[in-house]
């Protein structure tokens, strides 16, 4: 998605190179609801006013649509100036499966699901954790995640929608994090097993990082004008010590 937008944006304004910022790199095969994204342009270029959402649109594959393009406040950074972000992850536990029309957007799940069982287990992933035991990890980089958010409801179409927050992922967390979660939800695991993830120093090869297609970005969350510069410096310093310290317990 991003390398289709770059290139789009660049052949309107003939610019060669347009590198964009943009407020989560998702797995591949996630779907983005509300992605956000920024790219620096002088006020004064020649091609400015040919960036219109409409122009953009005509020229991208079906599968990528602009919503809205505008200037940007002073200090607005995508990626480093986000509070943050929310996903949703839908399921069917439902023997017959889902919709037709759903079958690229939802996981099929064999057994029943009970939503009490599944909410009671994310309480204990609320908070400042370190989530080790669901993220891939990365060198030089921690897995202490501040998870603001973990919900489970039945939608109109009677399928099980978790929806997660947090200030940032790791790779691959929200699936394993669902992996970890379906168990539990179905009566296999016991509601406190996420509790007991969390306290494991080593990596469990039987939690199961879920497909992709049913994830969705849905929204990034951003302070307020005046306090975009500021929410920037804090980010890019964090993710600084995070690459200095590496993985901490």
């Given at each position: 998605m991003q390398g289709e937008v770059e290139n789009i944006i660049g052949a309107l304004i003939h610019q060669l190179e347009l590198p964009t910022i943009v407020a989560g790199r998702t797995d591949a095969g996630v779907h983005a609801r509300n992605q956000v994204f920024h790219f620096d342009l002088p006020r004064d270029h020649p091609e400015l006013e040919k960036l219109t959402a409409e122009r953009i649109n005509k020229a991208l594959p079906g599968d990528i649509r602009i919503r809205r393009i505008e200037e940007a406040p002073h200090g607005f950074d995508a990626r480093f100036s986000a509070l943050w972000r929310e996903y949703s992850y839908t399921v069917c536990d439902d023997p017959t499966g889902p919709q037709p029309l759903h079958r690229h957007e939802v996981l099929q799940w064999p057994v029943p699901l009970d939503i009490d069982r599944l909410n009671e287990a994310s309480k204990y992933l609320i908070g400042i954790h370190d989530f080790f035991a669901f993220c891939k990890e990365k060198p030089r980089a921690t897995t202490i995640r501040e998870l603001q958010k973990l919900e489970w409801h039945r939608n109109e179409d009677n399928y099980v929608v978790m929806t997660i927050r947090a200030d940032a992922f790791c790779y691959s967390m929200v699936r394993t994090i669902v992996g970890a979660l379906l168990p539990i939800g179905d009566g296999r695991k016991p509601v406190t097993w996420t509790k007991h993830l969390l306290d494991q120093e080593e990596k469990l090869s039987h939690i199961q990082t879920m497909e992709a297609f049913p994830l969705v970005l849905e929204h990034v969350?951003?302070?307020?004008?005046?306090?975009?510069?500021?929410?920037?410096?804090?980010?890019?310093?964090?993710?600084?010590?995070?690459?200095?310290?590496?993985?901490?317990?």
């Open positions: 969350g951003y302070p307020t004008d005046e306090e975009l510069h500021a929410r920037q410096g804090e980010t890019r310093a964090r993710r600084g010590m995070d690459r200095d310290q590496g993985r901490s317990t």
